[in-house]
Each structure stands twice: as structure tokens, then as C-alpha cells.
T-cell receptor
Framework: SQQGEEDPQALSIQEGENATMNCSYK?????LQWYRQNSGRGLVHLIL?????REKHSGRLRVTLDTSKKSSSLLITASRAADTASYFC???????????FGAGTRLFVKA | DTEVTQTPKHLVMGMTNKKSLKCEQH?????MYWYKQKAKKPPELMFV???????INESVPSRFSPECPNSSLLNLHLHALQPEDSALYLC?????????????FGEGSRLTVL
């Protein structure tokens, strides 16, 4: 069964707007990660937030984590057409070896 | 650019064929993974190797046979596959010591089973 569920499943915005994606998970975690996947290609690690952190920034990315609600959000500010991709949250288990991915959000940024 | 290299990028095979997917990394990672991804779905874990030993097998059918010849290489041997096995197969690697679970992925091998 999937650990993370994400919403929305798909998101279409104009260039320059902000995009927010949400992820929920079921069990306790050490950290939560976000990955990006361009169509038909490999996944790229974007950002990791530890369970004792509430917010983290990396460039135009902002990630929040609420362990009491078992949820996380990824905000991409000032989106660009090149941000068009699928975004997955992921949580590692079993000493970090078993990383389970959420269903993903497909983001489309219109130029 | 990815530091995990997968070959071939595309593979078409019949149900009676035997083929192999290959993965190589030179980041010194001692954990390597195979994931399977169907269209519009998240990657699903298949196998995990740690220090060249199989540590996780997610109940994958025996027609998929993994092999880790050394710390840099990971193979996935394919035999008697079914059309529903058509998917993108992703290899990944990660550190073991001080592990956060951050994965480094290859670009994948797109498999079509006829």
C-alpha cells in the first residue's frame, strides 16, 4: 500500500504563479523527501525535511512538514514552464532502504 | 546529469526472450535499487541490495532476477515476461552509512513486452 497520498493529482497554472502540492502519510517518519520527474525520465531529488523540522527552503522551493497531521506541502514560487513535471513525496522506511512514493502531482505550467 | 547510468534506454522483447537491464554508478554508494513504474503511477520498489547482498525483495515474480556483481553494478535479468510487465524500470543508488534514504536515479529503461 502506498504510504503517501498527494493532492491535487494534477495542477495547471500560468507561468509566474505559485504551485502548491500536498502529501499525506500514514506512519511515523524520520524524514520526508520530494522528487521531481520529467516525462518518462528518472526522478531527481529536490529537498529533504527531517521529522524535527517544520519548514525548509531551497531556491524557489518551500517545504513544510506537520507531523501531528502527518502531512507535508511543497510550494514552488514564481513557476516557470520548465517546472512542468510530476512531483512525488517519498518516505523512507526499514533503516532508509525502503522508500515509498506518493501517488504524485502532475504540474503543468503554461507559458 | 544523472550519475547513475542505465542501459538500454529502450528494450522490446517477446515473451520467450531472455534479456538484461544494466545499471552502473560510481558515487561509492553501497545500496542499489530496482523500481518499476507504470504510466501515471509512482515508482514501486522491487529489489534492494546493500553491500552487494539482496536485502529486500518485494515479492517480485521469479521471472525478474536481480544480480549485483560488484558495488558499482546492478543487473536485472528478464525471462518469460508478460505484456503487463511493460513499464519504465528505474535503477537508483544511495548511501548506507548515515542513511537518509535520498535516492539517486538513472534515466530508466523503457521495456515493452510483446
Amino acid at each position: 500500500s502506498q504510504q503517501g497520498e498527494e493532492d491535487p493529482q494534477a495542477l495547471s497554472i500560468q507561468e509566474g504563479e505559485n504551485a502548491t502540492m500536498n502529501c499525506s502519510y500514514k506512519t511515523s517518519i524520520n524524514n520526508l523527501q520530494w522528487y521531481r520527474q520529467n516525462s518518462g525520465r528518472g526522478l531527481v531529488h529536490l529537498i529533504l525535511i527531517r521529522s524535527n523540522e517544520r519548514e525548509k527552503h531551497s531556491g524557489r522551493l518551500r517545504v513544510t512538514l506537520d507531523t501531528s497531521k502527518k502531512s507535508s506541502s511543497l510550494l514552488i514560487t514564481a513557476s516557470r514552464a520548465a517546472d512542468t513535471a510530476s512531483y512525488f513525496c517519498a518516505t523512507p522506511f526499514t533503516g532508509g532502504f525502503k522508500t515509498i512514493f506518493g501517488a504524485g502531482t502532475r504540474l503543468f505550467v503554461k507559458a | 546529469d544523472t550519475e547513475v547510468t542505465q542501459t538500454p534506454k529502450h528494450l522490446v522483447m517477446g515473451m520467450t526472450n531472455k534479456k538484461s537491464l544494466k545499471c552502473e554508478q560510481h558515487m561509492g554508494h553501497r545500496a542499489m535499487y530496482w523500481y518499476k513504474q507504470k504510466a501515471k503511477k509512482p515508482p514501486e520498489l522491487m529489489f534492494v541490495y546493500s553491500y552487494e547482498k539482496l536485502s529486500i525483495n518485494e515479492s517480485v515474480p521469479s521471472r525478474f532476477s536481480p544480480e549485483c556483481p560488484n558495488s558499482s553494478l546492478l543487473n536485472l535479468h528478464l525471462h518469460a515476461l508478460q505484456p503487463e510487465d511493460s513499464a519504465l524500470y528505474l535503477c537508483a543508488s544511495s548511501q548506507v552509512v548515515g542513511k537518509t534514504g535520498e535516492l539517486f536515479f538513472g534515466e530508466g529503461s523503457r521495456l515493452t513486452v510483446l
